[in-house]
């Protein structure tokens, strides 16, 4: 299995370099490295969000409320920060993490305590959070003028030449890389996802584990929510609407398997990669808006063709010769 | 339903003859022959593994036989789908149904076969009158409309029959139907199995009960190991003669059973009890034993072992090691406390198939292979390395998924991952089903080895060669109660049927 999730992650690469090739055929400025890394700057709050989505789904769970608490999370810093223009960034970021943990938090137990299917509850909790953005703001919006240079030039700020959003993408992935293939919390993902009945006799609780897992995507959501307030300077009720499906289909492209324990931190963060080069690059080719929807929808279901494929041609080896020869 | 009035009660329905069924390394079916009467009961009997179901399957249409005929009203017919057998009028009724639970009690007796209305619509009306015609046919007292979840399992046995009958079945296999009914609703399937009876249909009846083959069953068959042993009628057999046909079999296997020298009590159970699945189980085991623990399926033996280590509670008793009392709450704390559990069903809850091997031994020892919560690999590779190479698992790597391995290796690697737990007691049930000779070998080896080495073993098992072969002693489960404790020359085949079955005369023995 590793080696064909390798090769997975190879074809993905292949498919990315691929797509880049094509579009620079159209539009050579596209590949410069200076836009490459604009788009990989644009893409980061997917690949935070996707990574969180991609503990979930390994858990046999789906987080649909992560786009509504990233724009709950978001107003709420806004908010704090028109009231409060002094306070540091770092005590900002540090209580989007905490908003975004309470809002997993409460999916996760919802999961756990009340064995509710995740679907239904994150459907629940995705309305609920939007509609907490509206009773807190009223439905106004927090402009541009009305936050502080500082809460807005954070994201933005060049660090060896990119910006700082990049990093916290860049950090995220390498914690999360550490999480999932070092650590025992990474490897109980794995186990309740991949068979949760035996992971219950090895002594793991499968709902704390799922628990943990939605307080993962929240805090990540948390911390993309500030990023993308910041970053475009405005928060209002329906920012990052129907966000969530496009996490959820980079997951699926990077082969994190929906029926659970399959997937790795570099399948989730190029199948948020391959849909960020998709998004960046069709406007500049000048394919029409609507045709653009329809190609990011084709590459979804033939991503799923392919991943269903895979699984299929692991059947069991039944013939002691094929066994010998693997 | 007329045709079946008419037809020769001498002269069988279904005659299976010469039946061969063969399996990657074994023969399900080796030559078998089977003859189902109109208006009479047949009792299928065997021990596990006897081929009882492989014969189901036969003739359901699920399996298709290797060789041999199947001969309806004297006709060679091939069942190639299910569908063709129950066309050709034959169905079945398992242990647990197959039915849908949110529709109607009528909607499940005629799915597929619906009434329809001149517009091809499902007449409604109709089905509701036809399903309340049957059910009250076979002195069922359930309304139509009502929803099947709303059921219990024995009403939803009525509407699996009344949907055979709906389909005008003649012939009518009934696998282990009581296993899973109260007293009451037991007597009520008889009165009901009397009624199909009456109207001529055939019926094979599938038991490891006793006392229900010779109050219902009007002829009987044995299977032994794939084989046909004996049929006859029920008058002319003793319940003696059927154990001695079930289980005489030439002991063909060498267990490697060593005498271990018993040390003390690792482990003493008393009355542990639940309010629905058992009640008042004691033993001791001691350090170096193996206990067998035997019984019919749903005798109540795994569920006992999940709640001693911790995925049920008991309402009562007291378990203890040594001389303190534990209280085991959950498995995480069993495994502290020494004691393991190797499942029954190795897909569902053993092995995580997508996951290397190394990662699946390590799983429950992940505290001694990991620092603050960060896994030491390499102490992971070593640790799953010792305990595969001890069980002469085979594989190309230790990285490869457990899902490539084979039915006996992927056992191989739930055992390893237990034992890497450095367990007291360790429970394994039913450690060798489904897996091929040469695996069984080997695990009857190392846990004999393994009890050499002083760890205890407590062994569910349904094959009666395992359980005589490898047990010091052997607790028989019967309906959630121990009813039997046996050692030394008290083992035999008979008396472990006898218990389990529940056969009290003498004069089976």
């Given at each position: ?237 329906d920012i990052a609407g129907g966000f969530e499906l496009d996490v959820v289909a980079a997951c699926v492209i990077g ?72 | ?509």
């Amino acid at each position: 299995m590793n080696a064909l999730l390798k090769s997975r992650e190879s074809i993905l690469v292949g498919a990315i370099l691929a797509l880049l090739a094509l579009i620079a055929t159209r539009f050579a400025g596209f590949v410069a490295p200076a836009n490459l890394a604009a788009v990989f700057n644009d893409t980061s709050p997917l690949i935070i969000l996707a990574l969180g989505q991609m503990v979930v789904i390994l858990t046999r769970c789906i987080d649909l409320s992560v786009a509504a608490n990233l724009a709950l999370t978001g107003m709420m810093c806004a908010m704090l920060n028109v009231v409060y223009p002094d306070l540091p960034i770092i005590v900002i970021l540090l209580l989007a993490l905490a908003l975004g943990a309470i809002m997993g938090a409460v999916n996760g137990l919802l999961v756990w305590k009340l064995d509710i299917p995740p679907i239904v509850v994150t459907l629940g909790t995705m309305t609920i959070y939007r509609g907490i953005i509206f009773l807190i703001s009223h439905g106004k919006w927090v402009n541009a003028h009305e936050m502080s240079p500082a809460f807005t030039a954070f994201p933005r700020a060049a660090l060896l030449g990119l910006p700082v959003l990049s990093w916290v993408a860049m950090a995220v992935i390498i914690v999360m890389a550490v999480v999932m293939a070092r650590t025992t919390l990474g490897r109980s993902f794995y186990a309740v996802g991949g068979n949760p009945h035996a992971a219950v006799y090895t002594g793991i609780n499968v709902g704390k584990a799922q628990f943990r897992a939605f307080v993962i995507s929240g805090t990540l959501a948390g911390l993309a929510g500030y990023l993308w307030v910041a970053r475009y300077a405005v928060a209002y009720v329906d920012i990052a609407g129907g966000f969530e499906l496009d996490v959820v289909a980079a997951c699926v492209i990077g082969g994190i398997s929906i029926a659970g324990g399959i997937g790795t931190v570099g399948g989730a963060v190029l199948g948020a990669l391959f849909l960020g080069v998709i998004k960046n690059a069709l406007p500049v080719v000048d394919i029409s808006p609507f045709w653009q929807l329809a190609i990011s929808g084709a590459a979804i279901i033939i991503a799923v063709v392919f991943n269903a494929r895979a699984d299929r041609t692991k059947g069991r080896v039944i013939l002691k010769s094929a066994e010998h020869a693997q | 339903m007329a045709r079946t009035g008419l037809a020769d009660p001498s002269q069988p329905v279904l005659r299976l003859d010469g039946i061969v069924k063969q399996f990657p390394g074994v023969r399900a079916l080796d030559g078998v022959q089977l003859a189902l009467y109109p208006g009479q009961v047949t009792a299928l009997i065997g021990e596990n593994g006897a081929g009882k179901s492989t014969i189901v399957k036969t003739l359901t249409g699920i399996y298709q036989p290797d060789e041999g005929d199947i001969l309806l009203d004297g006709q060679p017919v091939r069942f190639p789908t299910a569908q063709a057998a129950g066309d050709a009028g034959i169905t079945a009724i398992h242990q647990e149904t197959v039915l849908f639970d949110e529709l109607s009690v009528a909607e499940n007796i005629f799915i597929g076969h619906a009434p329809r209305t001149r517009f091809g619509l499902i007449d409604k009306a109709e089905m509701r009158r036809r399903a309340s015609e049957i059910l009250t046919s076979i002195g069922a007292k359930i309304d139509p409309d009502v929803r099947l979840r709303d059921l219990g399992i024995a009403s939803k046995h009525l509407v699996a029959i009344s949907r055979a009958l709906s389909i005008d079945a003649r012939v009518v296999i009934m696998d282990e139907p009581t296993a899973a009914l109260s007293h009451k609703e037991i007597e009520e399937l008889y009165e009901l199995v009397d009624t199909l009876k009456a109207q001529g249909k055939a019926i094979l009846f599938i038991s490891h009960k006793f006392d229900e083959i010779f109050r219902i069953a009007d002829r009987y068959t044995v299977f032994r190991d794939g084989q046909f042993v004996g049929d006859g009628l029920m008058a002319e057999v003793t319940e003696g003669e059927l154990v001695q046909m079930m289980v005489g079999r030439s002991v063909d296997q060498i267990f490697p059973k060593r005498r271990a020298v018993l040390g003390n009590p690792v482990l003493q159970v008393v009355g542990y009890s639940h309010p629905t699945e058992f009640d008042g189980i004691g033993f001791t085991l001691r350090r170096g034993e193996i206990l067998g623990f035997y019984g019919l399926v749903g005798a109540g033996r795994s569920e006992f072992m999940q709640s001693l280590i911790g995925i049920t509670r008991p309402s009562k008793g007291v378990c203890k090691m040594g001389d303190d009392i534990k209280i085991i709450r959950s498995p995480a704390e069993a495994i502290e406390a020494g004691i393991v559990y190797v499942p029954e069903d190795r897909g569902k809850q053993g092995a995580i198939t997508a996951m290397p091997i190394f990662q699946n031994v390590t799983l429950p020892s992940l505290g001694k292979t990991s620092n603050n919560g960060f896994l030491q690999m390499a102490e992971e590779f070593k640790l799953a390395r010792e305990y595969t190479q001890r069980l002469d698992l085979r594989a190309a790597s230790l990285d490869v998924p457990v899902g490539s391995l084979s039915g006996g290796n992927q056992q191989k690697v739930v055992i390893a991952k237990w034992l890497a737990t450095q367990p007291k007691v360790i429970i394994l049930d039913e450690p060798t089903k489904g897996i091929d000779i040469g695996s069984k070998a080997a695990v009857h080896d190392f846990m004999s080895e393994l009890a050499a080495q002083g760890l205890s073993v407590i062994m569910v098992s349904s094959e009666i060669p395992e359980i005589l072969g490898m047990s010091d002693r052997v607790i028989v489960m019967r309906e959630g109660r121990v009813v039997a404790e046996l050692e030394g020359d008290d083992l035999s085949p008979e008396t472990l049927v006898r218990h389990a079955a529940g056969i009290t005369s003498e004069a089976a023995a």
